[in-house]
T-cell receptor, first 114, second 115 residues
Framework: GNSVTQMEGPVTLSEEAFLTINCTYT??????LFWYVQYPGEGLQLLLK?????DKGSNKGFEATYRKETTSFHLEKGSVQVSDSAVYFC?????????????FGQGTILTVHP | GAVVSQHPSWVICKSGTSVKIECRSL??????MFWYRQFPKQSLMLMAT?????????EQGVEKDKFLINHASLTLSTLTVTSAHPEDSSFYIC???????????FGPGTRLLVL
C-alpha cells in the first residue's frame, strides 16, 4: 500500500536558520505529493504540491522537489521565521489526481525561536 | 477563496448521546468530501470519503453505524457520532475537494470531548 515517512521531530531552530524536513514515500503508480501545514488550533492548509517527477512546488519561501529516483519530497526553507512554527505534514495521493484520498506522514513539529 | 467551515468548533457531551458535526464548502461546490480523525500529536487518519448523493465509503476499521455520514448537497456534509463514548473523544477534520486550484481544502476541525 501507500505510505509516507517523515523525519521525526520536534525540530527546533533559531530565526533565519535553514530548514529541511525529510519526506520519503512508497506508492503504486504515479502519486501527487503535497506539504500541508497546521498552525496551532487550526486545520490543515495546503503549503505546496507537485504532481510529477522533477516538479518543484514552492510557496511562502518553502520549496520541495519531487524526486522519483529517491522517492523523496523534502521540504526546505532558506530562512525560517517565528511565524513558521507549526506542524508540517507530507502527503500523497495515488494515481496523479489531486482529489483522491490523501495518505499522510506522521507530521513534524517545527518550533522557531527568536 | 476555497474556504471550508466546520460547526461546531468544539463540543462536550455526555456518554451515550449523539453529536452532529457539519462541514460546509463556502464558496465552491464539492462533490467529494473527506472526514478525518486526529489524535493528539499524531497524524490524520482518514475515516471516510463522502460523495454527494451517494453512500459514504468507509476506511477499514471504521464503524459506519457509529459514524454516520450524510452528503446531501454539494456544499454540506455531516458526520454524526452516535452513542458517543469517551474513546470517541478526538479532533475531527473534514476536507472538500474542488476550488479554483483543484485540491483538498480543510476545515478548521471540531474538538469532541465525551464525558
Amino acid at each position: 500500500g501507500n505510505s509516507v515517512t517523515q523525519m521525526e521531530g520536534p525540530v527546533t531552530l533559531s530565526e533565519e536558520a535553514f530548514l529541511t524536513i525529510n519526506c520519503t514515500y512508497t506508492a503504486t503508480g504515479y502519486p501527487s505529493l503535497f506539504w500541508y501545514v497546521q498552525y496551532p488550533g487550526e486545520g490543515l492548509q495546503l503549503l505546496l504540491k507537485a504532481t510529477k517527477a522533477d516538479d518543484k512546488g514552492s510557496n511562502k519561501g518553502f520549496e520541495a522537489t519531487y524526486r522519483k529516483e529517491t522517492t523523496s519530497f523534502h521540504l526546505e526553507k532558506g530562512s525560517v521565521q517565528v511565524s513558521d512554527s507549526a506542524v508540517y505534514f507530507c502527503a500523497l495521493t495515488a494515481g496523479g489526481t489531486s482529489y483522491g484520498k490523501l495518505t499522510f506522514g506522521q507530521g513534524t513539529i517545527l518550533t522557531v525561536h527568536p | 477563496g476555497a474556504v471550508v467551515s466546520q460547526h461546531p468548533s468544539w463540543v462536550i457531551c455526555k456518554s451515550g448521546t449523539s453529536v452532529k458535526i457539519e462541514c460546509r464548502s463556502l464558496d465552491f461546490q464539492a462533490t467529494t468530501m473527506f472526514w478525518y480523525r486526529q489524535f493528539p500529536k499524531q497524524s490524520l487518519m482518514l475515516m471516510a470519503t463522502s460523495n454527494e448523493g451517494s453512500k459514504a465509503t468507509y476506511e477499514q476499521g471504521v464503524e459506519k453505524d457509529k459514524f454516520l455520514i450524510n452528503h446531501a448537497s454539494l456544499t454540506l456534509s455531516t458526520l454524526t457520532v452516535t452513542s458517543a463514548h469517551p474513546e470517541d473523544s478526538s479532533f475531527y477534520i473534514c476536507s472538500a475537494w474542488g476550488g479554483a486550484v483543484e485540491t483538498q481544502y480543510f476545515g478548521p476541525g471540531t474538538r469532541l470531548l465525551v464525558l
